[in-house]
């Protein structure tokens, strides 16, 4: 079996247990490192992470770490939360007999694969790299909204004012777009959330759109540029004249999951819009007579 390894190069508790997966899969499988981390085992293989490859990648940080490595790669991710959210985790950092255990059960194949969509886009005729979770077309001066025109199915649907639009998909709605109100959809699914972000004069509502159909957002405000930016982490500039178009991709995100559900991880995550009662019952309210 061939495995690959990232972590956040930044983060301490990351790079320790990085440490610890390279001593935990000693020569049970061909480990290659990312170009990142490669003075963690000068011994072993490095690349990058287009390069890598392999059956599965191992990725330690939090949800930007586990962002990045699928952009770059189409090998199923194995996310270990070392960050402060983990949304996308599988296992937790702070919890070293579980992390070994997962590595075994990586090794020895006891697993399942979880696809997710990814989006796609291009600017004019050029296509961009695919994201995981969204897609943000802003207005590029801090504190000056932009005009944005919005085709569905090169059907025009309307126009907004508003500091930009988010296009996200199923993975992403707990992302950026959750922050402003977007709903929260089962990442199993296949859809475009469209969420305006501080849109004037305008209720504040996202609109779920069939994966099918093909949005496009065009600046009209010729005198204000603005930028497209994927998963938070990468800016393109976009000219006034230009559109953003984005539809599902053909490529899929793999994760790999050993049997935790959706709603178990999210689970102590404060995202959920109901509360985790404790074992053994519903809590509080305890002064109400039980039904007849």
């Known amino acids: 079996m061939k495995v690959g390894l990232t972590a956040h190069p930044g983060k301490p508790a990351a ?10 899969i000693g020569d049970r499988a061909e480990l290659i ?41 189409d090998a199923p991710l ?24 997962a590595i075994d ?11 997710r969509m990814k989006l796609a886009a291009q600017i004019g005729a050029h296509p961009i790299p695919d994201v995981v979770n969204e897609y943000v077309v802003h207005a590029a001066q801090v ?10 199915d090169d059907r025009l649907v309307g126009r907004v004012q508003a500091d930009g639009i988010i296009v996200a998909s199923a993975t992403g709605s707990t992302g950026y777009s959750l922050s402003l109100f977007g709903p929260i959809v089962d990442p199993t699914l296949d859809a475009l959330v469209l969420t305006a972000i501080a849109p004037f004069r305008v209720e504040a509502r996202a609109v779920v ?24 982490q990468e800016e393109i500039p976009l000219e006034p ?4 178009t984005v539809y599902r991709s053909p490529r899929r995100a793999k994760l790999v ?8 991880r999210m689970r102590g995550k404060r995202i959920l819009p109901w509360s985790d009662a404790p074992e053994g019952g519903v809590s509080g309210r305890a002064d109400l007579p039980s039904p007849p």
């Open 33 to 73: 490192l990312s170009d990142g981390i490669a003075s963690l085992a000068p011994d072993r293989p490095h690349a990058s992470l287009e390069a890598m490859g392999g059956d599965a990648l191992l990725a330690i940080g939090g949800d930007g770490t586990f962002l990045y490595a699928m952009r770059r790669t």
């Open 209 to 232: 759109v069939d994966p099918l159909r093909t949005v496009r957002i065009r600046p009209i405000a010729p005198e204000r540029a603005s930028v497209v930016i994927l998963d938070g």
């Open 78 to 101: 194995l996310p270990v939360n070392a960050g402060t959210v983990g949304v996308l985790a599988e296992v937790e950092a702070h919890r070293p007999e579980e992390f070994d255990a």
């Open 241 to 244: 004249s230009s559109s953003v």
């Open 257 to 264: 999951r050993f049997g935790t559900g959706f709603f178990e």
């Open 105 to 115: 059960r990586l090794l020895e194949g006891r697993y399942f694969l979880e696809e």
């Open 143 to 152: 504190g000056k909204m932009g005009l944005f025109e919005l085709s569905v």
């Open 15 to 24: 790079l320790e247990l990085a440490r610890r997966a390279i001593e935990r």
